[in-house]
């Protein structure tokens, strides 16, 4: 499994307290869980090095605050087992809130605000999910599109719907024919497809998602990693990072610029 070497900025004492006992190979560092290969979020460029949006913003607390952090490749539905458990401390991977998730998890407060997204191959004639009737659809395990499309399969009457450990597998099934759409969320979508004319994002899909990092329910470490999250947007490495990864500056109202409370369940 491949890792990276990241700083942090941690207490000390938080840390023992979230590995409840655990002593990691390094003390004084921490693993955080990503799901590598969720592009622009967290993947790895030509040489093998992970980069990304949400690796940025790891790197950038790091240099702040000086702890040292491993990154620790986990598949998507794998990072809530391994946060509950403390095999890592936290996670990032555009992982939604919701109600659901805040029974057993925390999340810092919200840093990206996003949709879902249909992508089909650029040569068929579908156009929106309306289309899929009796169509195969693709998923990422555990995701919001996976619970999206359970929630509206009998309304728009899928043929089926296929799990996938992450985009890559699934945008292979795609572009092979053995899918005929694929959902997740819009922005790794639209990353991933503005240099493949093959395939195109067909249509939005209004859900409202937000994404932060996500720890262990009522984490000690929840105040460290929000207080470095609002510093971050005031003084703009947020908002730069958006435009760097994402080609534009996000919205003044949107949640990479605003500094928000730590989410509570509804």
Same mark, same amino acid.
């Given at each position: 499994?491949?890792?990276?070497?990241?700083?942090?900025?941690?207490?000390?004492?938080?840390?023992?307290?979230?590995?409840?006992?655990?002593?990691?190979?390094?003390?004084?560092?921490?693993?955080?869980?990503?799901?590598?290969?969720?592009?622009?979020?967290?993947?790895?460029?030509?040489?093998?090095?992970?980069?990304?949006?949400?690796?940025?913003?790891?790197?950038?607390?790091?240099?702040?605050?000086?702890?040292?952090?491993?990154?620790?490749?986990?598949?998507?539905?794998?990072?809530?087992?391994?946060?509950?458990?403390?095999?890592?401390?936290?996670?990032?991977?555009?992982?939604?809130?919701?109600?659901?998730?805040?029974?057993?998890?925390?999340?810092?407060?919200?840093?990206?605000?996003?949709?879902?997204?249909?992508?089909?191959? &650029?040569?068929?004639?579908?156009?929106?999910?309306?289309? @899929?009737?009796? =169509?195969?659809? /693709? !998923?990422?395990?555990?995701?919001? +599109?996976?619970?999206?499309?359970?929630?509206?399969?009998?309304?728009?009457?899928?043929?089926?719907?296929?799990?996938?450990?992450?985009?890559?597998?699934?945008?292979?099934?795609?572009?092979?024919?053995?899918?005929?759409?694929?959902?997740?969320?819009?922005?790794?979508?639209?990353?991933?497809?503005?240099?493949?004319?093959?395939?195109?994002?067909?249509?939005?899909?209004?859900?409202?998602?937000?994404?932060?990092?996500?720890?262990?329910?009522?984490?000690?470490?929840?105040?460290?990693?929000?207080?470095?999250?609002? &510093?971050?947007?005031?003084?703009?490495?947020?908002?730069? @990072?958006?435009? =760097?990864?994402? /080609? !534009?500056?996000?919205?003044?109202? +949107?949640?990479?610029?605003?500094?928000?409370?730590?989410?509570?369940?509804?």
């Amino acid at each position: 499994m491949r890792r990276q070497i990241l700083k942090f900025a941690l207490f000390a004492a938080a840390s023992a307290t979230v590995w409840g006992g655990f002593a990691p190979a390094h003390a004084a560092d921490l693993a955080v869980g990503a799901n590598i290969g969720n592009v622009p979020w967290e993947f790895q460029d030509a040489t093998g090095k992970f980069v990304g949006f949400e690796i940025d913003v790891v790197n950038e607390a790091a240099k702040r605050l000086d702890k040292t952090v491993e990154i620790v490749n986990i598949p998507f539905n794998g990072l809530f087992s391994a946060v509950q458990s403390g095999r890592i401390a936290m996670a990032i991977s555009s992982i939604t809130i919701t109600d659901k998730r805040l029974e057993s998890v925390s999340f810092a407060q919200p840093y990206y605000d996003s949709d879902q997204s249909l992508t089909v191959r &650029a040569n068929t004639p579908l156009k929106s999910v309306d289309d @899929l009737k009796g =169509k195969s659809l /693709g !998923v990422d395990t555990g995701s919001t +599109g996976d619970m999206w499309a359970n929630q509206n399969q009998a309304k728009y009457s899928f043929g089926d719907i296929r799990r996938y450990e992450g985009l890559q597998p699934a945008m292979l099934d795609l572009g092979a024919g053995r899918l005929d759409g694929y959902i997740s969320d819009i922005p790794a979508l639209l990353y991933y497809t503005k240099d493949k004319p093959q395939f195109k994002v067909v249509q939005r899909i209004p859900t409202g998602e937000r994404y932060s990092v996500m720890l262990a329910k009522d984490s000690p470490l929840l105040p460290a990693v929000n207080d470095q999250i609002t &510093a971050m947007k005031k003084d703009g490495t947020l908002a730069a @990072l958006h435009e =760097k990864w994402f /080609g !534009v500056k996000p919205d003044a109202d +949107g949640s990479t610029v605003k500094v928000l409370d730590i989410p509570k369940k509804s």
